[in-house]
């Protein structure tokens, strides 16, 4: 089992920017891909970025650009930069783990409003 904790969401200000963390935990070992997701209210969950093992990346039309996926792979890690926000990014942000079966996180908050 892999357990996965989100943080770093918050309020910001169009135009700024966020960090967003996820730690993962158990039996990493078996991780063969990472990615964020997010949600906002009444619309489906969808993807925002994916990290491989080996390294390579894909982004949600939506955020290419601005958001920047990336793994410490020593500590298990894995972030979201987030730059130059705007209200559309306004969305529940989870973590997820794929090993062969998916495993999430609780979600972590992310508002964007002057």
């Known amino acids: 089992q892999v357990q996965v904790a989100e943080s770093g969401g918050g309020l910001v200000q169009p135009g700024e920017s966020l960090l967003l963390s996820c730690t993962a935990s158990?039996?990493?070992?078996?991780?063969?891909?990472m990615g964020w997701h997010r949600q906002a209210p009444g619309k489906e969950r969808e993807l925002v970025a994916g990290l491989s093992t080996t390294g390579s990346t894909h982004y949600a039309n939506s955020v290419k650009g601005r958001f920047t996926i990336s793994r410490d792979s020593i500590k298990n890690i894995l972030y979201l930069q987030m730059n130059n926000v705007n209200p559309d990014d306004t969305a529940l942000y989870f973590c997820?783990?794929?090993?062969?079966?998916?495993?999430w996180g609780q979600g972590t908050q992310v508002t964007v409003s002057s």
């Open positions: 158990g039996r990493v070992a078996s991780i063969l891909s």
């Open positions: 997820n783990v794929y090993t062969g079966t998916y495993h």
